[in-house]
Each structure stands twice: as C-alpha cells, then as structure tokens.
C-alpha cells in the first residue's frame, strides 16, 4: 500500500511561519509536520510513501539527503523505520483535485464501477458512479 501525501499547499493559515517553508516543514518538537505524518503510517507497517510537493518544493527536497530526481523513489530512515519516499512536483498553482491527478501515474488502478439505491427523503432515486481501487 502507498500513501499520498498532500504537501503543496501555501499554508496561508501559519503565513508568519511559511513565508520561508512550506507548511509541512514547519516544526513540532524536533520534527517537521511531514515526518510525524510519515512516523504515524509507518507505525502501522506503511513503509511507501509519494508527497504531492508544490508551494517551497525545494525545501522538502532539500531535507531528504538521499533524494535524486523528481518522482523517483529513494530509501530512508523516518525515526529509525525504513521508509521509501517519491517527491513528486505537481506545481505551485495546483489544487487538490490537480494534485491527486499528477499522482495517478505512480499508481496501477482498477476502474470500478458501481450502482447503488439512494434514499433521499421520502424519494428514492438511483445513483451511479464510479471509482478507482489501488492494485500497487
């Protein structure tokens, strides 16, 4: 299983902190944000990791020694667990919706499709979609 991390956002909330960093650099303890993200899912046995960079991308990149080009995976060590990490740049300007897209090629997917019964008040009305199940 991977996890995606969305980590190119502005972070106009914590403006004082992220004129310099991106928000997932900025500091709890002795940590940034990103690895105490990183520490918790490893804690359950996740050790694959993609981080959708965007705003200050340079930052994150600089902080992982072992990073070597855009998208490819590297390995490290996130408090003493090995982890594989892949920094993707998927631009300043994009939102969440942009982001989760220019990560889609890093996955191998499965198009479900799906039909269901939608009870909306009294009236029931029939909904279909689709989604996207993660084969990697």
């Not at 303890?29 to 996740?46: D, W």
């Not at 998208?71 to 919706?97: A, H, L």
Request: proline share 3%; aromatic share 12%; with cysteine.
């Amino acid at each position: 299983m991977k996890v995606v991390i969305l980590a190119g956002g502005l972070g106009t909330r914590l403006e004082e902190l992220t004129k310099t960093i991106p928000k997932p650099m900025v500091k709890i303890g002795r940590y940034p944000i990103l690895i105490h993200i990183i520490n918790h899912y490893a804690n359950f046995g996740i050790k694959d990791f993609l981080i959708a960079a965007g705003y200050k991308n340079k930052v994150i990149k600089d902080y992982f020694k072992n990073y070597k080009k855009n998208g490819v995976p590297f390995k490290t060590k996130i408090m003493k667990k090995n982890c594989n990490i892949s920094i993707v740049d998927t631009g300043t300007s994009s939102f969440t919706g942009g982001r989760l897209k220019r990560m889609k090629k890093y996955f191998k997917f499965e198009k479900i499709s799906f039909e269901k019964q939608k009870t909306n008040n009294s009236n029931i009305s029939e909904t279909s979609g689709e989604i996207w199940r993660n084969n990697s």
